[in-house]
């Protein structure tokens, strides 16, 4: 605790200084004719690159401090880029263009001025996605310690975003959209997120109130960039969670790069250390590859591939879980017998041509194809009993079981199988003049889901099968007899042939002026969106949508650095096959999309501390949702009642203070309230399933002074209990209980041996090593009991039904290495 308390002290109070970092600048430099110039000497004090054959360069400068660059090359004219203040690990793209006259760029600082930062958007750096702890490290794990983002599950790499859901969040690769398993049931089942970190070069997020060039959903946006490899480069990364390479190519020429990456994991470190012992077989293989072409110097081509196979085989064993109050401690005693099998295997294949015949027009086409092959097979049969628990503490038995009542058995059988292929064409462009631009887009899809559906699930009691709580089935068991037929107390079975064929599009007008002194920004763009659903057993059901939105920015010319935004706009989201899916697995072809209503306003405070930059971005929100389709959620399992008849609302505002708070380590404080309900039928508003109330996240990196090569990342992680959901076959309305609150704090150290501001001569051990690190994490420090989900347990007796939590991981140690060369 010592030791933490320091951590905490160090937070609050850096006041000593340490080695300088490191942020990157990186680009093209082009001639007057828009060629790419090769062997461009560009300098910064004492370091210095030049441009590959391409025209392509990536300079390391010192972070936090006013620099200077000069781009010199022998017929041109220098170009200077003069006070450049990067934050650390910030990459910064800079392309210059070498005419015949000088070119002085003077005065830049890196401030909320940037486009990015009028669109609203949150840049995350790919340095620190990959180096932060967490038990799904990467992309969605640094998302989660966002405000206004959250999900109160380790295991998943799910997040829901202002009182939406996981289905309600864009997902962009190099501008291809991708999708997550539709099956899929629970976190420790889900394995590798698609996004390899490793491969990442730029990472954007919007939390709403974003552009009308992004797709139709209701929350959010996250825009990934994988990187162009300048160079040959290989790194490895291993830990007890798994391994994973990635290899960088660079032709002799110049023209052809490649980006492969290849992923193992196998959770079982986490899945052993929940409460239910178990024999698991959790493996996750991930293969990615991009691969760019440069055809001339206005056309360029690449391709992005993967192929993911998920396998995950469950014997559970038996359980036991201590819950209740301190006046009536319980306990859930389970037997397992059975297991369950889950396989999903993904590909997904884009081509994408882009022309820029000009630095005013670019336009690009995309072809991709994504295909989804999922099964769930369970036979699982668990005998539980409730019973007291001993809770004198001079008992030598303190903590187990006695007194067994309400002795009961649950058989869970599943065959559910699911095809889904998705085929996209889309073509985009954008055409600048001066600070205005254009943009449009339109997209074909055809989307084909093939789906089987049987699951039951029988509840016993004491050799008595209980049916579900509807009219046909009233009884008196056991005090009578009932002799109908056997049926599940929930099941679901049909088989669904769906096919969707939608055209989308959007265009938007973007400028960047003045208003007098001040910098003003705008946007206004509308999208439209005609889909046509038709199936075997319904007839072609056709619908159209319109959606405008708009975004301000104004950048006051106050002695203070401030920008000050606002956007709002309509935000739809047609039903993908999930929503058009009941509880009963039925599937309703006349289920509209979801309309909402995004008012977002914000501010960024840019100021010095500590003599180093720090941002302050705070944001407050309106929704107002209409022709809302209600679910419920189990674990990561959403199910939907496939129908328009509520309406529902959230409000909030976020706040995040980042900067270097220790010297030469970007760090972050975060925070969050959200208000959200649904009034489902008329019936009155009540809390959504994501209705999380309060959320502080936390983002510390340090090191040692003394060893400053000992590198310390820490991630904390604080969130109000969401509502803990019904047991099936129950009104909602009855119960509002919420879990308990999700505490959490994720510690990583590690020793760094060699990175980019260290070199080593010949014969040296390290002299072949451009990274090399090793370290340890400890996952869930605090060892906090956190629950996702109730077990709802029927006493037989009384017929009164329990929560029981379902807890998460407790602590775990992992070691790790990674390597670069």
């Known amino acids: 605790m010592k030791a933490v308390g320091n951590v905490f002290l160090i937070f609050i109070l850096p006041l000593y200084f340490g080695l300088a970092q490191t942020a990157t600048i990186s680009g093209f430099v082009l001639d007057e004719d ?13 370091k210095g690159t030049s441009t590959a054959n391409n025209g392509y360069y990536l300079l390391e400068i010192i972070a936090d401090t006013k620099v200077t660059i000069t781009f010199s090359h022998l017929g041109h004219q220098n170009v200077v880029l003069e006070n450049l203040l990067l934050s650390t690990n910030e990459n910064f793209v800079f392309n210059p263009v070498m005419k015949s006259e000088v070119t002085q760029i003077g005065g830049v600082e890196v401030t909320p001025t940037g486009k990015k930062e009028t669109q609203g958007i949150t840049t995350i750096s790919p340095e620190v996605i990959q180096k932060i702890p967490g038990a799904n490290a ?3 794990n640094i998302l989660k310690l966002l405000p206004g983002v959250s999900f109160n599950n380790e295991l998943s790499t799910q997040y829901n975003v202002r009182g939406g859901n996981f289905d309600e969040n864009l997902v962009y690769v190099n501008g291809i959209e991708v999708y997550r398993p539709f099956l899929i049931r629970s976190g420790q089942q889900e394995g590798l997120s698609f996004v390899n970190s490793s491969m990442v070069e730029n990472v954007e997020f919007s939390a709403g109130g974003f552009q009308a060039k992004y797709g139709d959903k209701l929350s959010s946006v996250l825009d990934i960039t994988y990187k162009t490899p300048t160079n040959f480069g290989v790194q490895v990364n291993a830990s007890l969670l798994g391994a994973a390479t ?17 992923r193992y994991r196998n959770n079982a470190l986490f899945i052993n250390s929940q409460q239910t012992q178990t024999a698991v077989i959790p493996t996750f293989l991930d293969a990615q590859s991009y691969w760019a072409y440069q055809i001339s110097k206005t056309l360029h081509l690449s391709f992005l591939g993967n192929l993911a196979i998920n396998n995950y085989e469950n014997e559970p064993r038996v359980r036991q879980t201590n819950f209740g109050t301190l006046q009536e401690p319980r306990a859930l005693l389970v037997n397992y017998e059975g297991k369950e099998q889950t396989r999903y295997e993904t590909q997904l294949g884009a081509l994408k041509a882009d022309w820029e015949p000009n630095d005013r027009l670019k336009m690009d086409f ?20 409730l019973a007291d628990v001993i809770t004198d503490l001079g008992d030598e038995n303190l903590g187990e079981a006695i007194n067994p009542r309400g002795i009961g058995a649950q058989f869970n059988r599943a065959r559910n199988q699911l095809d889904a ?32 559906l049987n699951e039951a699930e029988f509840l016993d009691s004491a050799g008595f099968l209980i049916r579900p709580p509807n009219p046909e089935f009233s009884n008196n068991q056991p005090e009578e007899p009932f002799d109908a037929d056997i049926v599940p107390f929930e099941g679901a079975r049909a088989t669904n042939f769906v096919t969707t064929n939608r055209f989308s599009g959007f265009i938007q007008v973007g400028n960047q002026t003045k208003w007098g002194e001040h910098d003003v920004y705008y946007n206004v763009g509308i999208r439209a ?25 104004i950048k006051p010319n106050w002695k203070k650095d401030m920008l000050f935004r606002l956007a709002f706009g309509s935000y739809q989201q047609p039903p993908l096959y999930r929503e058009l899916r009941d509880i009963m ?24 501390m500590f003599e180093r930059p720090f941002t302050l971005v ?8 209409n022709d809302v389709n209600t679910y419920t959620i189990e674990d990561v399992r959403i199910r939907y009642r496939a129908d328009n008849i509520s309406e529902a609302y959230a409000f909030g505002m976020d706040l995040r203070l980042n900067g270097t708070f220790v010297p030469g380590a970007e760090s972050w404080v975060s925070l969050g309230y959200l208000k959200t309900e649904e009034n489902i039928g008329g019936r009155g508003y009540i809390s959504r399933p994501t209705d999380q109330r309060f959320k502080l996240g936390i983002l510390f990196q340090d090191y040692m002074p003394t060893i400053p090569n000992v590198k310390l990342y820490l991630n904390l992680l604080y969130n109000t209990g969401v509502p803990g959901g019904s047991p099936s076959n129950e009104d909602p309305y009855n119960f509002q209980n919420r879990l308990r609150d999700y505490r959490r704090a994720d510690l990583g150290i590690s020793y760094i041996f060699a990175d980019s501001n260290t070199t080593f001569p010949k014969g040296h051990w390290l002299h072949g090593f451009k990274e090399l690190d090793v370290g340890f994490e400890i996952f869930n420090l605090f060892n906090n009991q956190n629950a996702i989900t109730n077990t709802w347990v029927r006493d037989v007796d009384t017929q009164q039904q329990f929560a029981v939590p379902n807890f998460l991981t407790s602590r775990i140690l992992n070691l790790k290495i990674n390597m670069r060369f």
């Open 246 to 262: 990635t290899l960088e190519t660079v032709s002799r020429n110049g023209k052809l790069t490649t980006l492969s990456g290849l």
């Open 366 to 385: 995309t072809f991709s194809g994504y295909h989804a092959i999922e099964e769930e097979f369970t036979d699982l049969i668990a005998a539980y009993e």
């Open 618 to 625: 705070s944001e407050i929100y309106y929704k107002k949702l």
């Open 138 to 140: 990467g992309v969605e």
């Open 529 to 553: 969106q005609s889909w046509a659903l038709s199936g075997e057993t319904f007839e072609t059901n056709r619908q159209f949508i319109f959606s405008p939105r708009a975004q301000f920015a």
């Open 34 to 46: 828009n060629t790419p110039i090769p062997n461009v000497n560009i300098a910064s004090g004492s």
């Open 585 to 608: 697995g039925r599937v309703n072809p006349d289920v509209k999309a979801q309309r909402s209503v995004h008012i977002v306003g914000g501010n960024e405070f840019s100021f010095s």
């Open 421 to 452: 292929l998705i085929l996209n064409a889309s073509h985009r462009g954008i055409l600048k003049k001066g600070n205005k631009t254009l943009e449009w887009g339109v997209k074909y899809s055809h989307e084909d889901f093939r789906d089987r």
